[in-house]
C-alpha cells in the first residue's frame, strides 16, 4: 500500500466584479457623481449633507449593477453623504474619505473653489492631529479625543494657548476634524499670522451609554453639574492636556467654544466657571426656553462675574437656523446681566458650512 500526497487545494479568488474598479464620487467642477455596484438592490437613494428631508431617489442603474447619481451646480465645500440600499443605511464602499458620528460613519465628499480656500489643503505649513486616549475619572478606562497641533516652524517659544472645542449632539470628537476642517482652517490662519499658534482640543462631549435625545440629554440642561462631560472635562481633558502636551494653564490662555449642543455645553461651563477661561465661543445655539429661565433664575451670580472676566464672548448663527430663536433669546438674558458680546447672524442654518465659517471668524480674535 503507498502513501499518497494529496495535492494542496487551489486557493479561489472572488470573480471579478465591476466594483473592483469602481470611481466614486466623482467631483468635476461643481458636479457630484456617485456611484454604487449592487446589483441585487432594488432602491438607492442618497442621505446626508447634500439632501434637504428625505433621503433623495433618481439614481439610475445599468446592465452591470451600477447605480449612477449626479448632483450638478453644488455649493462648494465640504459634505457628509450615505446610501439608502433597500431601507438599509450604507456608507460608500469606494470612497475612503470618512467622518464618524455617535453612532455611524459616512463618508466625505469636497467640491473646492476659490471661496472655500480658507478649509482647503494649501501650500502652507500643516500642522497635525492626533486621536489622544486620556484617563477619564469621570467614565473609568480612558477616552478619546482629537488635538490638532500647529507646525513647529510657526510656534512661538513657550506653553501654547488651547481652544476647547465642542461638537453637536449626535457627532463624536473626531467630527470637527474631518467635517469641521478644523486643522486645515488653523493651518492657513496661522501660516498669514491671522491666528496666533495654539493647540485645538476636540473631546467627546456624550457621556457613555447614553441615547436620549438632545433636549432631554444632560449637556441641555440648565446645571453643568448634570451634565457629566462637565467634569470630565474638568477634571480628566483638560488637566491632562496640561500635564502632556504643553497647554498653557491659566485662564488667558484658553479658550471654550461649541456648537448646538456643545454650544450649550460652552455656556453652562463656561459661564459656571468662568474663572477658567477668557474667550468663549457659541455657535448656533442656546438654552431652550424653560432650560434658559432656569439657568438664569439660578445662574445670576455666575453671568455677573463672567461680564467681569471674558475678553470675548463670540456668538453666530444662521438666518435660516433652528437655533436662531433660542440665540437671540440668550443675548437677551446676557443683556441683562451685563455680559458683552459680539453677535452675527450669516446666511444659511444648522450646517457645518456656517460652523467652519464661524471657526475661521473667531480664531483670529482668540488670545490677542
Not at 471579478?16 to 467631483?27: G, H
Not at 449612477?68 to 450604507?90: E, K
Not at 463624536?172 to 467635517?179: N, Q, Y
Amino acid at each position: 500500500m503507498t502513501n499518497a500526497t494529496a495535492a494542496p487545494e487551489r486557493r479561489r479568488f472572488p470573480a471579478p466584479t465591476p466594483n473592483d474598479t469602481l470611481v466614486s464620487p466623482v467631483v468635476e467642477g461643481r458636479s457630484i457623481t456617485f456611484r454604487l455596484y449592487a446589483p441585487e438592490a432594488h432602491t438607492v437613494a442618497l442621505r446626508g449633507d447634500l439632501v434637504e428631508g428625505e433621503p433623495r431617489g433618481g439614481f439610475q442603474r445599468d446592465q452591470q449593477g451600477i447605480w449612477t447619481l449626479t448632483l450638478q451646480d453644488v455649493t462648494p465645500g465640504t459634505y457628509r453623504y450615505q446610501y439608502v440600499v433597500d431601507q438599509a443605511i450604507v456608507p460608500d464602499p469606494r470612497n475612503p474619505m470618512i467622518s464618524p458620528t455617535h453612532t455611524t460613519v459616512m463618508n466625505l465628499v469636497r467640491v473646492t473653489a476659490p471661496e472655500t480656500l480658507s478649509e482647503d489643503t494649501t501650500d502652507v505649513p500643516h500642522g497635525s492631529i492626533a486621536s489622544v486616549w486620556y484617563p477619564s475619572p469621570v467614565f473609568g478606562g480612558h477616552r478619546r479625543m482629537q488635538v490638532y497641533t500647529p507646525p513647529k516652524t510657526l510656534r512661538t517659544s513657550g506653553e501654547l494657548p488651547v481652544l476647547y472645542l465642542l461638537h453637536g449632539g449626535g457627532d463624536c470628537d473626531a467630527s470637527w476634524s474631518t467635517v469641521g476642517r478644523a486643522g486645515f482652517i488653523l493651518d492657513n490662519l496661522i501660516a498669514t499670522g491671522s491666528a496666533v499658534p495654539m493647540l485645538i482640543v476636540m473631546p467627546s462631549g456624550h457621556a457613555p451609554g447614553l441615547r436620549t435625545g438632545p433636549a432631554g440629554s444632560p449637556a441641555m440642561t440648565a446645571n453643568p453639574a448634570n451634565d457629566p462631560f462637565t467634569a470630565d472635562l474638568l477634571q480628566g481633558v483638560m488637566p491632562w492636556v496640561e500635564a502632556n502636551l504643553g497647554a498653557a494653564a491659566c485662564p488667558e490662555r484658553r479658550a471654550l467654544a461649541g456648537l448646538s449642543m456643545g454650544g450649550v455645553q460652552a455656556g453652562n461651563i463656561g459661564i459656571v466657571h468662568s474663572h477658567l477661561f477668557r474667550y468663549l465661543g457659541i455657535f448656533s445655539s442656546g438654552w431652550f426656553p424653560e432650560v434658559r429661565a432656569e439657568f438664569e433664575s439660578t445662574q445670576g451670580e455666575a453671568m455677573r462675574a463672567a461680564a467681569e472676566r471674558y475678553h470675548l464672548v463670540w456668538v453666530a448663527w444662521g438666518s435660516t437656523d433652528i437655533a436662531r430663536p433660542n440665540s437671540l433669546a440668550m443675548l437677551e438674558m446676557f443683556d441683562r446681566h451685563g455680559i458683552r458680546y459680539t453677535a452675527r447672524e450669516t446666511g444659511g442654518g444648522h450646517t457645518w458650512a456656517n460652523w467652519r465659517d464661524y471657526l475661521r471668524d473667531m480664531a483670529p480674535l482668540l488670545f490677542r
